[in-house]
């Protein structure tokens, strides 16, 4: 009987409240629907992190006619120095951090220079001579970096190390604001999401007041009077957390592993299953939104 009277009121309000609930169901939508995307952005940047990490490489440039480096004083790079890399390459010391490497001479360095530039007007002005030969050095653990750099920077011959993972951090450090800034947003539309969860609990309060008098006035418990309240708050925010979640799903499944993964074959993308991960938080975050704020509004404005 008491929990015939509960979904009672549950049904009745929210049929006198249809458009503040849909208020309260879209901003619920919108707000987790950031939260999510954050979370899917964040997945995204570690699985690219642990898929070019392990393919990153340091480059060891060779000295060249052009080259300004004072370590370049003596003039490019001799067959004898080259040698010498070689064999520091293979050498006790810098053989366990090293898993391979490979030597990429000036003519490679241009071919390779004019298939990354092939839509650049400036592929034609550049001559092999102009480009560095180099040493592509793949590490056991990108981490080591320093080791080489330490090894090679002031051998002779040499012009500069470079860490590739130093270009990389550059895009994950876009990609890292991205989400911070939807973390933002997220917060700003969670906030908007209380403030209009406790109006609408505040007003369904207000013009059920006269039922509330009556449910006191015969023994009726503070949990049967506040929970028809709090569980309409709770359901519109599930109702806008499953959306979130399928928009979130969506965005996962279209765009990122049908669309990007087809677009871009070499780059490790987020599958739509792994962002399922996602939808427990998101229905846990709406509850708790919609619980809290109505508690609290109904700690004010229903004295029971």
Not at 31 to 49: D, E, P, R, Y
Not at 190 to 209: G, P
Request: proline share 3%; glycine share 6%.
């Amino acid at each position: 009987m008491r929990l015939a009277f509960i979904l009672g009121e549950i049904g009745g309000g929210l049929r006198r409240n249809v458009s503040m609930v849909v208020s309260v169901i879209l901003v619920t939508f919108v707000s987790l629907t950031f939260v999510g995307t954050a979370g899917m952005l964040q997945m995204q940047i570690n699985q690219m992190k642990g898929y070019w990490y392990d393919k990153v490489q340091v480059a060891v440039f060779l000295c060249v006619d052009t080259s300004t480096s004072p370590s370049c004083a003596s003039g490019p790079a001799t067959d004898e120095q080259k040698k010498n890399i070689e064999t520091l390459l293979d050498s006790a010391a810098v053989k366990p951090y090293v898993t391979s490497w490979a030597y990429e001479s000036q003519a490679d360095a241009l071919k390779h220079f004019k298939e990354q530039f092939a839509n650049s007007p400036i592929v034609d002005s550049v001559s092999a001579d102009q480009l560095p030969a180099s040493f592509r050095v793949n590490m056991v653990n990108p981490e080591k970096y320093q080791i080489i750099n330490e090894t090679f920077s002031a051998t002779p011959g040499v012009e500069t190390v470079i860490d590739q993972r130093q270009l990389l951090e550059k895009l994950f450090s876009v990609m890292n604001i991205a989400s911070l800034v939807a973390v933002g947003i997220a917060g700003l539309m969670i906030i908007c999401a209380i403030l209009l969860i406790a109006t609408t609990i505040r007003l369904s309060a207000f013009s059920r007041r006269r039922e509330t008098g009556i449910m006191r006035l015969v023994g009726a418990s503070k949990a049967v009077i506040q929970l028809p309240f709090v569980l309409e708050g709770v359901i519109a925010a599930v109702i806008g957390a499953v959306l979130a979640s399928g928009t979130v799903w969506a965005v996962a499944k279209f765009f990122i592993q049908d669309y990007l993964a087809d677009q871009y074959k070499d780059t490790a993308f987020i599958s739509a299953n792994q962002v399922l991960i996602l939808t427990p938080g998101l229905l846990v975050l709406g509850i708790l939104l919609a619980g809290i704020s109505s508690l609290l509004t109904l700690r004010k404005y229903l004295k029971v």
